[in-house]
């Protein structure tokens, strides 16, 4: 069993920057492609990031293209997402996500965070 936590979230200006932090338990975190999802009020869960288990591999929504960005450190068990140029859009409840082995950007993880909010305002 993988826990995950997330924190970094908070409430920020347009254009402001924000990094968020996962971390998971266990000893096997480089077993692990990981991924970052944002759900907002109404709408589905959607991938924003994901990154495979060296960390050699990234993957983004078209979306956050050249303002976000994905990486681990598997010494501290720990997945990043710096989020740059940050536009009201991007408000939601963004999630990490674990699943052994190999990366992908559907839903199919086995493990999630709780979840953590960013707000952007105008």
């Known amino acids: 069993q993988v826990q995950l936590v997330e924190s970094g979230g908070g409430l920020v200006q347009a254009g402001d920057s924000l990094r968020l932090s996962c971390t998971a338990s266990g000893r096997t975190f480089s077993s692990y492609a990981m991924g970052w999802f944002r759900q907002a009020p109404g709408k589905e869960r959607e991938c924003v990031a994901a990154i495979n288990r060296s960390g050699g591999s990234t993957y983004y929504a078209d979306f956050v293209k050249g303002r976000f960005t994905i990486s681990r450190d598997n010494a501290k068990n720990t997945v990043y997402l710096q989020m740059n140029s940050l536009e009201p859009e991007d408000t939601a409840v963004y999630y990490c996500?674990?699943?052994?082995?190999?990366?992908?950007?559907?839903?199919?993880?086995?493990?999630w965070g709780q979840g953590t909010q960013v707000t952007v305002s105008s």
């Open positions: 996500a674990g699943r052994r082995w190999i990366v992908t950007t559907t839903a199919e993880y086995d493990y």
